[in-house]
């Protein structure tokens, strides 16, 4: 097996691009929902948050498409960093690097 994620989800804010001498660096969050029904029988959505990071062309593509509100697909993998922050504590940041990206729907 291979790392893989593929993710539909729709964009939390406007993407933030860098221009690096290399080319471009999109970041940007997307939300998924999954609804179920809990043991009292009420209906729950559950949303989850996932930051994603592209590179090069797929950065361009999402520079031009991608907006707030837009429903998108995202396909890459699965990516851990760490850090300090300015206190020394050691942080954890859990993220996608997206590999394609495919416009759907309109606007949430």
């Known amino acids: 097996m291979k790392n893989r994620v593929q993710l539909i989800g729709h964009v939390g804010q406007d993407p933030e691009i860098?221009?690096?001498?290399?080319?471009?660096?999109?970041?940007?969050?997307?939300?998924?929902?999954?609804n179920y029904t809990n043991a009292k029988g009420e209906k729950v959505e559950q949303t989850e948050w996932h930051r994603i990071t592209a590179w090069g062309k797929t950065a361009e593509i999402i520079e031009k498409y991608v907006t707030k509100?837009?429903?998108?697909?995202i396909e890459?993998?699965?990516?851990?960093?760490?850090?300090?922050?300015?206190?020394?504590?050691k942080r954890y940041v859990t993220e996608i690097v997206a590999s394609e990206v495919l416009l759907l729907g309109g606007n949430k």
Do not use: M, P, Q, R
């Open 18 to 34: 860098k221009n690096l001498e290399n080319g471009k660096l999109a970041n940007l969050s997307i939300a998924t929902n999954e």
């Open 69 to 73: 509100g837009k429903e998108i697909a």
């Open 76 to 89: 890459g993998k699965l990516s851990h960093k760490s850090y300090e922050d300015k206190e020394g504590n």
